[in-house]
Structures are given as C-alpha cells and as structure tokens.
C-alpha cells in the first residue's frame, strides 16, 4: 500500500484520530494544522490524496481545494461540520472527490478511502490498457495517447487528469453530443456522488486552456466537440 495521505484539520483530537485509524491501515500520513502549512507539504512531497477540512483559521478549505486543483487532479476527500446541501455542492465543484459530514465513523473514512484510491488506480490501469500507440487529431488539436500530451496549433497544453479525459472522450468521438450524465459516469465513474454541475465547472477549465477549440454548448443538454473534416 504505503500511499501518503496528506490531512488538513486544525482540531487536533480529530486529526490524530483519523491519523491513526490510516495508519493502522498502512498508509503514511502527513498532518497539517492549517492550509498554509499543508501547501508547504504539497510543494516539496505531494500526497496521494488529501483528506481536508473546509473551517481552517487563514486559508479555508474551500480556497486550499481550488488551489489544489489547479494543478493537480489528486484525490480530495472534504470533512466538515457545514451539513447544508450547499456546502456540499460547493466542495465538490471546487474540487472535491467525496465530502463526509461531522461527526463522522473513523472506519467509515477509511473505507472512502481505500474505495476512492481503488477507484483512482483502476481508471489508471483502464487508461494505460486502451491508450495503445496512436494519437488523436482533430483540426489544430493533437492528443498523445500514450504520453497524455495536448498539443494546440503545434503548442503544448498542461491538463490535469480529468481535463485529459474529459478531452480525449469528446476529441475521440467527435460531434457527438454529450448529456452532462454521460460525461459524468465516461469521466467520473459511476459511483461518483456530487452535481452534474462539475461538468461544468471542468469544461470551463477546458476552454480557458484551449479558448479556440471548437467544444459547443447543446442547451438544456450537454455538450458537443465539434470537427468539421468528420
């Protein structure tokens, strides 16, 4: 096992009981008190996943997610004592993987966890068994399939896994249009628990890196990727 989980939580009864429940299970943790802290941590040794918790004194957790997310598609597990849907949705659409409400079963974080690095690890695997040697062009785009590289008018573009795969899936079946659940369980898997909303949130992210690429709105629908030379 020894994958290295990072925790954000300033309640140290709450952080160390969470630490050593993981531990038990094998895994190397990492505690951080505040987000500042933890960014120190992502910067030299990133974890494997990030357990955090949103009310942190200075940066909250909300803003540590985005930041997170940003760059990296790792695993976020968000444990709060905010029980409103929408904190819910707000975490997962900054970012989030699951969101586990306080008070919460030790055991039952665990089991997220050890499911969400199953999950990770299997859509991992699927990738590398498809991704033979070949690429996808369309138009100006060029996709890597076995380097994961996005190249636009000859111009590398740095994505995160989940815009990879949100991209090779529209790229791979051009004009196709695409209901938000689809994409959901194509990109997200089928025990993805959140709002269809993070469809959105990615394709945004999507069209700030690539502002030409021809992705189209199908209103009250989804999405469509569109190529012209079909």
Not at 141 to 163: A, Q, S
């Given at each position: 096992?020894?994958?290295h989980?990072?925790?954000?939580?300033?309640?140290?009864?709450?952080?160390?009981?969470?630490?050593?429940?993981?531990?038990?299970?094998?895994?190397?943790?990492?505690?951080?008190?505040?987000?500042?802290?933890?960014?120190?941590?992502?910067?030299s040794?990133?974890?494997?996943m990030?357990?955090?918790?949103?009310?942190?004194?200075?940066?909250?957790?909300?803003?540590?997610?985005?930041?997170i997310?940003?760059?990296?598609?790792?695993?976020?597990?968000?444990?709060?004592?905010?029980?409103?849907?929408?904190?819910?949705?707000?975490?997962?659409?900054?970012?989030?993987?699951?969101?586990?409400?306080?008070?919460?079963?030790?055991?039952?974080?665990?089991?997220?966890?050890?499911?969400?690095?199953?999950?990770?690890?299997?859509?991992?695997?699927?990738?590398?068994?498809?991704?033979?040697?070949?690429?996808?062009?369309?138009?100006?785009?060029?996709?890597?399939?076995?380097?994961?590289?996005?190249?636009?008018?000859?111009?590398?573009?740095?994505?995160?896994?989940?815009?990879f795969?949100?991209?090779k899936?529209?790229?791979?079946?051009?004009?196709r249009?695409?209901?938000?659940?689809?994409?959901?369980?194509?990109?997200?898997?089928?025990?993805?628990?959140?709002?269809?909303?993070?469809?959105?949130?990615?394709?945004?992210?999507?069209?700030?890196?690539?502002?030409?690429?021809?992705?189209?709105?199908?209103?009250?629908?989804?999405?469509?990727?569109?190529n012209?030379?079909?």
């Amino acid at each position: 096992m020894n994958q290295h989980i990072g925790i954000v939580e300033d309640d140290p009864n709450i952080g160390n009981i969470v630490s050593a429940y993981l531990k038990q299970e094998g895994f190397r943790v990492t505690l951080s008190e505040s987000a500042e802290k933890a960014w120190t941590l992502w910067e030299s040794t990133p974890p494997d996943m990030w357990i955090l918790d949103i009310m942190l004194p200075g940066m909250d957790g909300y803003e540590f997610c985005k930041k997170i997310r940003e760059q990296s598609d790792v695993p976020i597990i968000i444990i709060s004592a905010k029980d409103e849907e929408i904190d819910k949705i707000l975490g997962l659409e900054l970012g989030g993987d699951d969101y586990m409400t306080k008070p919460f079963s030790p055991r039952e974080l665990v089991a997220r966890v050890k499911r969400l690095f199953k999950r990770t690890l299997s859509t991992s695997s699927n990738h590398q068994e498809a991704d033979e040697q070949h690429q996808i062009r369309s138009g100006d785009l060029l996709i890597d399939l076995n380097e994961r590289l996005v190249f636009w008018n000859d111009r590398e573009i740095e994505l995160t896994t989940k815009e990879f795969d949100l991209l090779k899936l529209f790229a791979t079946h051009a004009n196709r249009a695409y209901s938000r659940e689809e994409l959901l369980y194509n990109v997200w898997g089928s025990d993805y628990f959140g709002s269809d909303r993070a469809v959105d949130d990615l394709v945004k992210r999507l069209r700030r890196k690539l502002p030409d690429m021809p992705l189209e709105t199908v209103w009250g629908y989804g999405y469509r990727f569109r190529n012209d030379e079909d």
